[in-house]
């Protein structure tokens, strides 16, 4: 075995766990933080230079660590320096802000306004060629003969690119799997849709990866719509208390084809306090093959399990499994009152050697089945990149060692992380198989957000193989089309067949789903069929409903198959702007992956008009992530020419 363990632990790093401050009194088995700020704690507050209004989701870094904090919803941060220290420099990033980097002391009070990176978006690099030495103009400066030493060479000698060659050298070792756009089905041969849940939002983390650090649009294949929009949380209904979902239905006009409607699906699981959460037998697989050295891979995967460790409860069990070169256990199962104990063993954890992924995964899932609780929730969490490389390898052997082992009870979920080699289509594929979910984790806020503020919805399943089917009424839908989930369909039958693996669903976890519906009378998108009648007016149901929805699902531990349904009646378009900020959101979002993804039914959506209609959408956003999504769109359209006009 190749991972290199360091042979001294040091004190200080037991204090790197990131912790942020909106959670800090919430810790399992912890009690409240002291009110009073000590000499070994700086506090503070981010604010935007120009308006004054707090960030919030900002990374506040101790320079050349991962000890670190992101900002709460009004920009304030705490963050605890460690023992000994007497200063350090912070680093304060956003995405849409300039880094900034600040000397503080402990004891300190530091407030800190950023400015917005207006040269990130913009900046190009063009390269001249002549007689003479090569000129570099970035923006709207340009750097001297003088100081462009090289003489003139081909491109690839100098380092300099064309955008497309640069942008295919940052992702050519990067996997994803092609995925055809779901078409429009007409509802006299198919009046049904089935399809599987999804509540992975991997994709959405990645294409922001692309957007910020790389400064280029993502590749189509990178672009799932359902993750994009299942990122965000919505404001659906709780379930009644012997159900674990409730489903959410609602219509309105659809904002890229106004001749049509969009139909929003929301599901909400029951929420279940973390206390009141199954003990949690988990095992922590984590690559340290050679591939991982790099500062956004082992060192983030050790910061971010770092977070996830603070909220174990004493009932709580980890071991910790790494793999390189061969696969060990670096820590038995140990209880979740011992958190120093496991960060010390994530301290110690270097990376080197070649990668035996399946030699790992055997070892983790024999370490969880030796350890299993009945009563609990038992899985494995996978930490890599997703470049596997040595033994059992393919996609196939893999998915049948997890198909296997899933059977034991004991479920995989996978983090992905990195650039340049991130196989991103098969490790969404393990975790499907898995039954658990995929994140992608491109920062230490992200790492948060899945591991600390969706604790219980990443880790804890409440109901399995859940599948949702749709029946389209003929008297008011001629044809619809389901906008994402290409890879999650099902066929018709699957529905009631409880042999078919489905997706699972988490404590507090919400799904949702759009459809885009072309009513009765409005111009076909397909040619009525020549030799069946036009269906009929008809009294009751099929006169008053648009649709119904229908949800199997089954409990974590269950073999049989339980339903719930609900029909959404057939009521005159509501215009969009009269649309809950559920549906407006999640259309504007949708419109985003349409437009990354050069969809041929983007229809009428512009960046600018997505960006208005996200903004009129963004609602309540305590943590955030919307104005940050909406940054985001701002950016897509500057790295697309003409992005503000017409096609």
């Known amino acids: 075995m190749r991972t290199v363990l360091c042979c001294s632990l040091l004190a200080a790093a037991l204090s790197s766990a990131f912790v942020h401050p909106a959670t800090a009194q919430t810790r399992l088995g912890a009690g409240p933080e002291s009110a009073v700020m000590d000499s070994l704690t700086v506090s503070g507050r981010v604010t935007d230079r120009a308006s004054g209004q707090g960030i919030p989701g900002v990374t506040v870094l101790v320079k050349g660590t991962t000890n670190g904090v992101s900002t709460s919803h009004d920009g304030s941060f705490s963050l605890r320096l460690a023992p000994g220290t007497r200063k350090a420099t912070l680093q304060f990033s956003s995405v849409g802000y300039l ?103 991997a994709s959405y983390s990645n294409v922001r990866r692309f957007l910020t650090e790389q400064a280029q649009l993502p590749p189509a294949d990178a672009v799932r719509t359902e993750e994009l929009v299942n990122y965000f949380r919505y404001d659906y209904p709780q379930p009644a208390a012997e159900a674990p979902a409730a489903l959410h239905l609602e219509q309105a006009r659809c904002p890229w084809a106004p001749a049509h409607q969009l139909v929003l699906i929301g599901l909400q699981a029951r929420t279940v306090p973390v206390e009141n959460l199954p003990p949690a037998n988990l095992v922590f697989l984590i690559d340290v093959s050679g591939s991982m050295q790099s500062e956004d891979k082992l060192p983030l995967v050790k910061a971010g399990l770092k977070q996830l460790v603070q909220q174990l409860r004493p009932q709580d069990q980890v071991s910790l499994v790494v793999y390189a ?47 299993f609780n009945k009563e609990g929730n038992n899985r494995v969490v996978l930490c890599t990149d997703g470049d596997f490389n040595v033994g059992e390898s393919s996609d196939d052997a893999m998915e049948h060692l997890i198909t296997q082992e899933r059977e034991s009870g004991v479920f995989l979920s996978v983090l992905g992380f990195g650039t340049g080699n991130l196989q991103d289509s098969k490790m969404e594929r393990l ?175 512009t960046w600018q008009n997505t960006v208005e209609l996200a903004r009129t959408a963004r609602g309540k956003d305590d943590d955030g992530y919307r104005a940050e999504c909406i940054r985001l769109m701002e950016t897509a359209a500057s790295l697309t020419p003409g992005a503000y006009g017409r096609r």
């Open 325 to 371: 070169g061969a696969a060990g256990v670096v820590l038995p199962p140990t209880p979740g009152t011992r958190k120093g104990d496991i960060v010390a063993a994530l301290d110690r954890l270097e990376a080197g050697g070649s990668t035996a992924g399946g030699e790992g995964l055997r070892l983790a899932y024999a370490t969880a089945r030796q350890h």
């Open 431 to 605: 975790a499907d198989k898995g039954n658990g979910n995929y994140a992608y984790i491109d920062q230490l806020g992200e790492a948060r957000r899945v591991l600390v503020q969706q604790f219980g919805g990443t880790l804890f399943t409440l109901a399995k193989d859940v599948k949702l089917q749709v029946e389209f009424n003929p008297a008011r839908v001629q044809a619809y089309r389901l906008i994402g989930y290409e890879n999650r369909l099902l066929a018709d039958e699957d529905f009631n067949n409880d042999q078919k693996d489905a997706g699972e669903l988490g404590a507090g976890q919400q799904v949702t789903a759009l459809y885009e519906v072309v009513p009765v009378g409005a111009p076909p998108v397909v040619d009525g069929l020549k030799y069946q009648p036009a269906p009929q007016a008809t009294a009751g149901a099929a006169a008053t409903e648009l649709l119904t929805v229908k949800m199997r699902y089954k409990q974590p531990q269950g073999r049989t198959s339980r339903l719930l349904s609900q029909a959404l009646p057939a009521a005159a378009p509501t215009a969009l702007a009269a649309a809950s900020n559920n549906l407006r959101w999640a259309a504007a979002v949708a419109q985003m992956s349409l437009l990354l993804r050069q969809s041929e039914r983007r229809g009428e959506a």
């Open 99 to 201: 880094t900034q980097e600040q000397p503080t002391r402990g004891g300190q009070a530091l407030n800190v306004g950023l400015a917005a990176d207006t040269k990130a978006l913009s900046e190009c690099v063009v390269t001249g060629y002549s007689a003479g030495p090569a000129i570099r103009i970035r923006g709207n400066r340009a750097m001297s003969p003088g100081k462009a030493k090289r003489a003139a060479a081909p491109a690839a000698a100098q380092g300099y690119f064309s955008k497309d060659e640069k942008a295919r050298r940052q992702t050519e070792g990067e996997g994803y799997a092609h995925q055809t756009e779901n078409p429009f089905q007409p509802v006299s041969k198919a009046p049904l849709s089935t399809f599987s849940i999804d509540v992975d939002a």
